[in-house]
């Protein structure tokens, strides 16, 4: 007898890399092999596929935070059941406690991590979710390569100061100026 509360709340898996070969639940964490408390492994090849039974029409993936030996060791993103789909994302390097975005379109999302023999780090965590809307994001024609985050890419400007209707540069096609 008395008052008294019930609380449920939905169970949000996490999983390593090398535990298992997928999921079908809309939302969830994966770590590398390492958990999220040890580093990955040398020479390790693991491929993890999110398929969700629930209806979405984008899964977002959240790399809450990744430090992967640049450019040696890689987690690869398809957009699909396996790694014949399209690539849509590489991550390598480090993110520097700055959190990165990656959205899929395709039904299924596969995770390919790929260490070499030499050096090891602490790995990465990427928490994925299903969302009824349509992406804005990555997609098989615009492959990201994440080297680190804060990402800063730097753009010309030919060197010159432009006006909105005069621009040093060649060709330009925006209101005659470099700038976009």
């Known amino acids: 007898s008395g008052t008294f509360e019930f609380c449920i709340t939905e169970f949000i898996p996490e999983v390593n890399i090398c535990d298992g070969a997928g999921s079908t639940s809309c939302s969830g964490t994966l770590y590398d092999c390492g958990g999220p408390d040890d580093d990955y492994g040398s020479n390790e090849n693991f491929v993890y596929t999110i398929c969700p039974n629930e209806f979405h029409e984008c899964i977002l993936l959240d ?6 030996e640049f450019g040696d060791d890689v987690l690869n993103v398809y957009g699909g059941d396996d790694t014949n789909a399209p690539l849509i994302a590489v991550v390598t390097g480090a993110s520097n406690g700055s959190a990165y975005q990656i959205q899929a379109s395709s039904n299924c ?7 070499d023999a030499f050096t090891v780090a602490p790995g990465f ?3 994925w979710l299903c969302v009824s809307f349509p992406c804005d994001g990555s997609s098989e024609t615009s492959v990201e390569v994440i080297p680190n985050i804060p990402f800063n890419e730097s753009e010309s400007t030919c060197n010159e100061a432009s006006t909105i209707g005069e621009s040093p540069c060649p060709n330009d096609g925006f209101l005659g100026g470099p700038d976009y």
């Open 109 to 115: 999302v596969t995770l390919e991590f790929v260490s």
């Open 63 to 68: 790399l809450v935070d990744f430090n992967i």
């Open 125 to 127: 965590e990427l928490d």
